[in-house]
């Protein structure tokens, strides 16, 4: 059994042989006495050019086939160096495993994103979303490897948890409650002490409180798994379930997780490009013209660093009229980001420094009182990559905090004595793994970069 993927890579190893492949008709035509049969096996994002005749038994019938049928062939290996398609496969035997139905809803035409949306069930079988899930298995390896290779242990946070972590209050709800007959306390209000877990429960939004208890145990740790966020947001880049990557380093301050992302991320690309160049071609091509000068840009040069303060500033003498008011104190809105990163500094930029009203109650406070040691990775086409921070290891402070926003300081007890026992300084980032598959492939929208996705109204598949 060969693969398409090995043809293309190997080609001349297989001059003069006899293969045999197994996948699905892309096209198929025929005239009176022989056909044409576009294959795809999956492993590559192209097929492979099957030509068949009427010395095959079973000739009349393959002619009917209607694509996406399943197939096993048996053939030559003809090597055409001066075609478009350097080779072509004679079949000498072609056995039907599965036919299909004209009513194949892939028919042989350019579709657009938002209709291959409508059948997620389907759309790995194109061109594009074969090579969009292909890069985004090999983004997870190189990650995993990236970490494993530096001795950081990997820690799976629990799903379901107490905790709001980015205390947005943006939380999927987890219950076994009978929502039609809620039970009562005396207050009158829902007594969440009869739910299946006696408290309050919801989907994690960031597995970081978590890895913070690790790396005060193992030093270097990093989550990566899906982490999910009730924003109503309607975005290109917000989505309901997606997955996170949060190293956290203990005795590391902000600079050492900058550096730790920027090396992270060059690495990604350097992996990705040499592991699937065809791909990344494709996409060069029919996805994002100059995606791979970007990405070159990117593994190459240093990343900008500028704080809040001096990014405020150079919005503000931009000249560029924005839809959102840039204002010290105010968040940076996607426009802004976006501005900084691809008019200002032409490539990824980290921010620091923010106001401390605007960032999580965990970020250590600096020395000037109102901003706090967090940072974001900006980069083109995107804005947001990475969110990042130095923790705040002081405990009075920290408890300061919590009081101060509000927060039930009961369900925070644990997180506090990790300042208590022996804690120390330490840092991390989460890096939302849809933006980085869509910053890799220029994708633009991050329902196209998640298998089947989950956003506002959309739970279908
Ligand atoms: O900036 P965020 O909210 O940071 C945290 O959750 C921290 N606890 C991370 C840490 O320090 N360990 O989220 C981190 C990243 C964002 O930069 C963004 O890339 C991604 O997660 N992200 C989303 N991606 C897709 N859909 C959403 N709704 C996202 N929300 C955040
Ligand atoms: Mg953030």
Not at 6 to 12: G, M, S, V
Not at 241 to 254: K, T, Y
């Amino acid at each position: 059994q060969a693969l398409i993927k090995d043809l293309y890579r190997n080609t001349e190893s297989y001059i003069e042989q006899v293969v045999q492949l197994s996948g699905w008709i892309r096209t198929i035509r025929d005239s009176k006495t022989f056909g044409f049969i576009e294959l795809n096996d999956g492993s590559f994002f192209k097929g492979v050019q099957i030509v068949f005749d009427e010395q095959l038994e079973n000739f009349k019938e393959l002619t009917k086939l209607p694509i996406s049928s399943s197939i096993r062939v048996k053939g030559d290996f003809i090597y055409t160096p001066q075609a478009k398609q350097p080779f072509e496969i004679k079949a000498t035997e072609i056995i039907i495993e599965g036919t299909s139905n004209v009513d194949y809803p892939l028919q042989k035409k350019r579709h657009s994103f938002e209709y291959l949306r409508t059948i997620a069930h389907l759309r790995p079988r194109t061109n594009t979303f074969n090579a969009v899930f292909r890069v985004r298995s090999l983004a997870s390896y190189a990650i995993h490897k990236f970490f494993q290779d530096k001795g950081f242990v990997y820690v799976h946070s629990p799903i379901i948890t107490g905790s709001d972590t980015e205390g947005a209050g943006e939380m999927f709800r987890v219950t076994t409650l009978d929502m039609d007959n809620l039970p009562k306390n005396e207050e009158g209000k829902t007594d969440v002490t009869q739910d299946f877990f006696h408290k309050e429960t919801n989907l994690t939004v960031s597995g970081q409180l978590s890895a913070e208890a690790f790396a005060l145990a193992f030093r270097n740790v990093y989550t990566f798994g899906p982490t999910f966020r009730a924003e109503n947001s309607n975005t290109a880049r917000h989505a309901a379930e997606f997955w996170m990557i949060e190293p956290e380093l203990a005795f590391a301050e902000l600079p050492d997780i900058m550096d730790l992302a920027e090396e992270m991320v060059k690495y990604v690309i350097g992996y990705v490009m040499e592991q699937a160049p065809e791909e990344m071609n494709f996409f060069n091509s029919f996805v994002e013209k100059g995606l791979l000068d970007r990405l070159n840009l990117a593994h190459t040069a240093d990343f900008g660093r500028v704080t809040y303060s001096e990014a405020i500033e150079l919005l503000k003498n931009s000249g560029e009229t924005f839809a959102y008011p840039v204002e010290w104190g105010l968040d940076l809105q996607t426009e802004h980001e976006r501005y900084l990163c691809e008019k200002i500094f032409k490539r990824p930029v980290f921010v620091t420094d923010y106001p401390k009203e605007i960032k999580a109650f965990y970020m250590r406070l600096n020395e000037d009182n109102k901003t706090v040691a967090a940072t974001d990775l900006l980069v083109p086409g995107i804005g947001e990559l990475i969110g990042g921070s130095q923790r705040e290891e002081r405990e009075e402070i920290l408890a300061e905090k919590i009081k101060e926003l509000g927060m039930s300081e009961e369900d925070y007890w644990w997180y506090l004595e990790l300042r208590k026992y022996g804690g120390t300084k330490h840092s991390g980032y989460g890096l939302g793994f849809e933006r980085l598959i869509m910053y890799l492939t220029g994708m633009a929208n991050i329902r196209d970069v998640i298998p089947f996705p989950r956003t506002t109204g959309n739970a279908e598949f």
